[in-house]
């Protein structure tokens, strides 16, 4: 704050002089901040105590706008042309109170661009027996996803964050390449590319929208990228229809799986179903598997016929690898 220092000189007469006692200067406890090439502007955003202090901050390796926020000082960059990785520059701040700018030395480094994934491929483990969309990720079973990274450049150790987009979070997960997590896992899989083994029902609940993020040491994290949406399917292991007659035209059929729950209802084709009115009951001695009774329509459109279930909340039949 602001003093009044009384100085008495040798004739005795005190002369008052104005002193203001300021604050410790802003100290930043995240340097170097790093900012990537390639783009258009970055985020800069700065950590530590007495950022409030500041009014304008600049810089040799471009532009720089942003404010003094409750938490910290907010702002972006716009890099100057023909700046390479590795280079370092001050950061010039221009602080309430202090007559001469204050210098932070090598605060900004230069970094290559951020990686980005560019597209994923998706292998699921066994046949499931029943139709799976392109964008769908069964809870229950290991799917192997190889990512296209650009940007990854070799001696890397990147790291894959797991998380949900939208939806129902169970539990995010960071993997390093190279390492394996309980029964997930990452590894290089040749230049730019990463391969990713994954039950997608570890990260996420039924529809969670599954996303993946890159992060490099220095270069930083990646946009998220969508792998697919988490759904629970059922097993089916077996299907019988019985002798039992269900009015003029149908017959009670017994199907035998595990997570028959999700079944709303049966049919022959993907357009025509009958609901499934009962509820799935435990086998005797293994609770995992269960039996479902379903009524269809006879006769069958042809021998062989494989059945269509539909799960609940959706228009459209699958079909299943079950027959009778």
């Known amino acids: 704050g602001s003093y009044r220092l009384l100085l008495t000189q040798s004739d005795g007469v005190a002369r008052e002089t104005p002193v203001t006692v300021l604050p410790p200067n802003p100290k930043i406890s995240n340097l170097p901040i790093r900012v990537n090439l390639d783009e258009t502007s970055e985020a800069l955003r700065m950590e530590g105590a007495g950022l409030d202090r500041i009014e304008e901050a600049s810089s040799e390796a471009g532009e720089i706008k942003g404010t003094s926020q409750s938490q910290g000082w907010a702002g972006e960059i716009v890099l100057r042309a023909g700046l390479v990785a590795g280079q370092r520059f001050p950061l010039v701040l221009k602080v309430k109170g202090l007559e001469d700018p204050l210098t932070v030395p090598d605060a900004i480094e230069i970094v290559g661009p951020r990686p980005g994934i560019m597209s994923a491929q998706k292998a699921l ?116 229809l019985t002798a039992e007659k269900i009015g003029d035209s149908s017959y009670a059929g017994i199907l035998e799986g595990r997570d028959l729950d999700v079944i709303e209802r049966v049919g022959w084709d993907a357009q025509n179903g009958v609901q499934a009115d009962s509820i799935p009951t435990p086998v005797p001695g293994d609770p995992s598997r269960q039996t479902l009774r379903v009524v269809l329509p006879w006769p069958a459109p042809g021998p062989h016929a494989p059945l269509y279930v539909w799960l609940r909340g959706e228009q459209t039949g699958r079909r299943t690898a079950v027959t009778y």
């Open 125 to 240: 483990t066994g046949d499931l027996g029943i139709e799976i969309g392109a964008d769908e990720l069964p809870t229950g079973t290991p799917a192997g996803l190889v990512l296209t990274v650009n940007h990854l450049h070799e001696g890397a150790r990147p790291q894959l964050e797991l998380g949900c987009e939208s939806g129902e979070l169970r539990h995010s997960l960071t993997l390093t390449a190279g390492e394996l997590s309980g029964k997930t896992s990452l590894t290089s899989a040749g230049p730019g590319a990463l391969y990713l083994s994954v039950d997608p029902g570890v990260v996420g609940y039924a529809g969670c929208r599954l996303q993946a993020t890159v992060i490099l040491d220095k270069e930083g994290r990646s946009d998220p990228f969508a792998l697919g949406r988490v759904i629970r399917f059922p097993r089916l292991d077996k299907f019988m």
